[in-house]
């Protein structure tokens, strides 16, 4: 499972076209995605303050697009590496869809569904 953080508004729109495609794939060229353990980071770092997120869990063997697998800062071996995947995902690509608010203090975790199947590399709090 690759996670994937969109807004509410964002995934109605997806499911109307049959695929999943944000601004953002016209402008790099690929869908930043997530792994379980490492989903907090783009969360904190791009949706602080949003409750209106939502949080998409990408089949990698349904994808029609290439996944590649790249570090977020490429002169760094130690820095987090992250799926981007290469074209728009199928909706049939996508196998769930959960509420992504944050917690009180600001902070995001995984939705307890996902937290209950493990929590990925990074440890999140």
Same mark, same amino acid.
């Given at each position: 499972? #690759? +996670?994937?953080? &969109?807004?509410?508004?964002?995934?109605?729109?997806?499911?109307?076209? $049959? /695929?999943?495609? +944000?601004?953002? %794939?016209?402008?790099? *060229?690929?869908?930043? &995605?997530?792994? +379980? $353990?490492?989903?907090? !980071?783009?969360?904190?770092? /791009?949706?602080?303050?949003?409750?209106? !997120?939502?949080? %998409?869990?990408?089949?990698? *063997?349904? =994808?029609?697009?290439?996944?590649?697998?790249?570090?977020?800062?490429?002169?760094?071996?130690?820095?987090?590496? /992250? +799926?981007?995947?290469?074209?728009?995902?199928? #909706? @049939?690509?996508?196998? *769930?869809?959960?509420?992504?608010?944050? %917690?009180?203090? *600001?902070?995001?975790? =995984?939705?307890?569904?996902?937290?209950?199947? @493990?929590? @990925?590399?990074?440890? %999140?709090?």
């Amino acid at each position: 499972m #690759i +996670p994937h953080i &969109c807004s509410r508004a964002d995934w109605a729109a997806a499911r109307d076209r $049959g /695929f999943y495609a +944000p601004e953002s %794939l016209d402008r790099v *060229g690929f869908v930043h &995605c997530s792994d +379980p $353990g490492t989903v907090h !980071l783009p969360a904190a770092t /791009f949706h602080a303050g949003r409750t209106d !997120l939502v949080l %998409l869990e990408v089949d990698p *063997g349904r =994808l029609d697009a290439e996944l590649r697998w790249e570090p977020s800062n490429r002169s760094d071996p130690s820095a987090p590496w /992250f +799926p981007h995947i290469y074209g728009p995902i199928p #909706i @049939g690509a996508i196998v *769930g869809v959960h509420d992504f608010p944050p %917690l009180p203090d *600001g902070r995001f975790e =995984l939705p307890p569904a996902l937290a209950r199947r @493990g929590r @990925g590399s990074s440890g %999140l709090n």
